[in-house]
């Protein structure tokens, strides 16, 4: 049996691919790459001018930065901070097979502790994730120079960074679904505040924003106390009061329809339960009021 601490040979391989397409200054993948590495591979210490961020394949080692060392292995990954000392080590008997790519631009520090990362918090533990599949992709995408293939990356580095997140901060999802139903549901009253008088489906609208309508409209319920329905409802008969008041020239038939209703006689229904009293009725008691 051989020793623990005995280096195993390993076939090294190095791939990397730098990024082909047009430098933003805000944000810029700089190459991304994969790696075998030897028994012992070793970088640094030293200090990069750029964020690099490793996913671990296989393999174990260790991490440094700071005052901390971190003992990593296969579904890891570790981001080294530009402008501060860090240090990786393969393992000696199981050495690291990893992705990595390199980073760089203000914004990206911004996405990075939007994920949750941070000097503080440079690891990421997730054994069965897409992390590497993120980072292959970024990396066959600048081998292949596609048209629109700078978008593509993009696309896969916000993947990895969302992933990023769910790990280390599964609480901020729940709080930003929360946040867009909540504007969704302000979109939508303000929806039905103008268009009160169309013809209109609670139940595709819900769809359009991707919700069914019994969720919906318990998160509407919730966030303004009636449900979508009766809030719509309340529209259109708080309108027609108004009509009724200022427009006496108008029938009980065109106030209907003018606030959304296709039948008068339902009108006259709602309209009674609301104010106790038929619309008729209610534009006499304002004549009666006007003669005295």
Known sequence: MEAKNKAMPYDETYDIASNPYPEDTDLY??????????????VGPKVFDYYLIHHILSGEGTFSTGDHTYELGRGDSFVIHPGHLAEYKSDLVNPW??????VKGKKFQVLMEQAGISLS???????NNNHGR???KIKSTFRSRISGGGLRAY?????LLSDFQKVLHPERLKEEAQTRIERHVKQVAQLLTTQYTEPISIESIAQSYGYNRAYFSKMFKFYNHVS???FLLNLRISKSRQLL???????????????GFNDPLYFSKQFKRFYEQS??????????LLKK
Do not use: C, K, M, N
Not at 245 to 259: D, G, H, M
């Open 29 to 42: 993948i700089l190459f991304a790459g994969q790696s075998q590495t030897r028994s012992g591979h070793q």
């Open 97 to 102: 097979h990893y992705y990595w790519i390199a």
């Open 121 to 127: 918090s440079p690891i990421i533990h997730a054994a």
């Open 134 to 136: 993120w980072l292959e």
């Open 155 to 159: 696309g896969y580095l916000y993947l």
């Open 228 to 230: 979508p329905v009766t």
């Open 245 to 259: 008041r200022e427009r006496l020239e108008l029938t009980i038939e065109q106030i209907a329809y003018s606030v």
């Open 279 to 288: 619309p008729s009725d209610y534009r006499r008691s304002l004549s009666h």
